[in-house]
């Protein structure tokens, strides 16, 4: 049986990073709406192709942030493709994630709500421009197993972020571990993840950034992930911020091209 992870959707370093970069040390609540599209053969015969729209809301203190997002999926490829942050595959024993023998692989199309994902952190300033954020991340297996929309386990991640400022420039670098956890079907190890990015103002409101992404496979037989997203981010007023991405994949862990746009509004922003 093959199982090893796959990606669904956009990066939720990338959109840390780049509220660190933008925000103001204002108390504010955030409410967004996105939608993910991505492909890839991840290893498989036939491509798997996702769509996420997800919805989130954000609060922002005085050097706290808290945020809780559910998307809805739709997912076409092979039977047993699992979506979302560390989704995996349940393949069959003969090569391919789908059904069916030799060359004839079994498809589907199926679609509902994904798993629950919650996460809060603290910004703890080390320097005239230099900040270093504690992150802690929760997954809530609400996505349903029977669709092969989630892996119905609990998993949690700690990580650490240092984000420096040049100026109109910022350099980020994170690090932490996921605990992922674990049922009779799905037995998946605890796995190391890294990343970073640079971003850049380029004009009045707007912000471009380059992140990139690394992760272990959660099996023996799971490839790493290994990708990097490239974004933009336009504040039209204090209140409303929209931004556009694209990502692309470096291993089978990942998917081969992916992108994606988010509307976000804020209350209480100056």
């Not at 090893?4 to 409410?31: G, H, M, N, P, T």
């Not at 997002?69 to 739709?74: A, E, H, I, K, T």
């Not at 393949?91 to 589907?108: C, E, F, H, I, L």
């Not at 892996?151 to 990580?159: K, L, N, P, Q, S």
Request: charged share 20%; glycine share 16%.
């Amino acid at each position: 049986m093959k199982v090893f992870l796959k990606r669904a959707a956009a990066s939720a370093a990338l959109a840390v990073s780049l509220c660190s970069v933008q925000a103001s040390a204002d108390e504010y609540w955030q409410f967004s709406l996105g939608a993910d599209y991505s492909t890839g053969d991840y290893g498989d015969v036939v491509d798997t192709d996702m769509l996420a729209v997800p919805i989130g809301v954000k609060y922002q203190g005085d050097g706290f942030w808290a945020r809780a997002s559910v998307p809805y999926v739709r997912v076409t490829g092979p039977d047993g493709v699992i979506p979302g942050d560390g989704g995996v595959t349940r393949g069959n024993g003969n090569g391919n994630a789908g059904g069916g023998t030799g060359d004839t692989v079994v498809t589907d199309t199926r679609s509902g709500i994904g798993d629950v994902n919650l996460s809060a952190g603290y910004t703890l300033p080390i320097g005239d421009r230099t900040w270093f954020d504690v992150i802690g991340k929760v997954k809530l297996p609400t996505a349903s197993e029977a669709k092969y929309l989630g892996t119905g386990t609990t998993d949690f991640t700690a990580m650490g972020e240092v984000l420096h400022s040049f100026g109109n420039v910022s350099v980020a670098l994170n690090g932490g571990r996921r605990f992922n956890g674990s049922n009779d079907l799905y037995q998946l190890d605890d796995v190391w993840l890294a990343g970073g990015g640079v971003y850049a103002v380029a004009g009045e409101g707007l912000t471009l950034g380059l992140g990139y992404e690394w992760r272990e496979g959660a099996l023996d037989t799971s490839p790493d992930r290994s990708e990097a997203t490239a974004s933009a981010t336009f504040r039209v007023n204090p209140s409303l911020l929209l931004q556009g991405y694209g990502y692309t994949g470096f291993s089978e862990g990942s998917p081969d091209v992916g992108a994606g746009v988010q509307v976000l509004y804020r209350i209480g922003a100056d």
